[in-house]
T-cell receptor, first 111, second 111 residues
């Protein structure tokens, strides 16, 4: 059963704590992406990776970190430096950088 | 800088109506264009991908067309159903692999 999985679906954290969101794909895609979506707003790119052990900042990378140690996995850490972390986070992958396929998302709430 | 606009932001139609959703982009030098559907609280589901050499794609009651010279794509939904209610987003991709998403059109189909 091929696809992109994100876990957990809902995540609650206290302010000041780091939290890591999981994204796994078994589509053998080279590229992976992290987006943030806020109510009534469009997608904003946080980080992307076109190959293992390499990743690039997107438009809103401050307060976030990523790693790409395996082709299948691209975890996102939301650090305490992110001023407004409550949002819906979407992970995507791409076989050739000109089409994307998305996971189901993780809703993070920080109080 | 590529900008993608989807107008209207929201649309409400009675069941059975044929409708057209619009996606406009400012830089015509795109490679692919992809249409997505997003249900509330869910990830993006890919509907149609129009590759650079194509002018349209069809899947069931959906037909998407692309006119790169005028910077426009349309998504045609035939015989709309309440289950079509969702937010529809378009994304354009450049040759450099960069993607730009529109903010989406939220469609409500009333029984």
């Amino acid at each position: 059963d091929g696809g992109i999985t994100q876990s957990p679906k809902y995540l609650f954290r206290k302010e000041g704590q780091n939290v890591t969101l999981s994204c796994e794909q078994n589509l053998n895609h080279d590229a992976m992406y992290w987006y943030r979506q806020d109510p009534g707003q469009g997608l904003r790119l946080i980080y992307y990776s076109q190959i293992v052990n390499d990743f690039q900042k997107g438009d809103i990378a401050e307060g976030y970190s990523v790693s790409r140690e395996k082709k299948e996995s691209f975890p996102l850490t939301v650090t305490s430096a992110q001023k407004n972390p409550t949002a819906f986070y979407l992970c995507a992958s791409s076989p050739n950088f000109d089409e994307q396929y998305f996971g189901p998302g993780t809703r993070l709430t920080v109080t | 800088k590529q900008e993608v606009t989807q107008i209207p932001a929201a649309l409400s139609v009675p069941e059975g109506e044929n409708l057209v959703l619009n996606c406009s982009f400012t830089d015509s030098a795109i490679y692919n264009l992809q249409w997505f559907r997003q249900d509330p609280g869910k990830g993006l589901t890919s509907l149609l991908l129009i590759q650079s050499s194509q002018r349209e794609q069809t899947s069931g009651r959906l037909n998407a067309s692309l006119d790169k010279s005028s910077g426009r794509s349309t998504l045609y939904i035939a015989a709309s159903q309440p289950g079509d209610s969702a937010t529809y987003l378009c994304a354009v991709y450049t040759n450099a692999g960069k993607s730009t998403f529109g903010d989406g059109t939220t469609l409500t189909v009333k029984p």
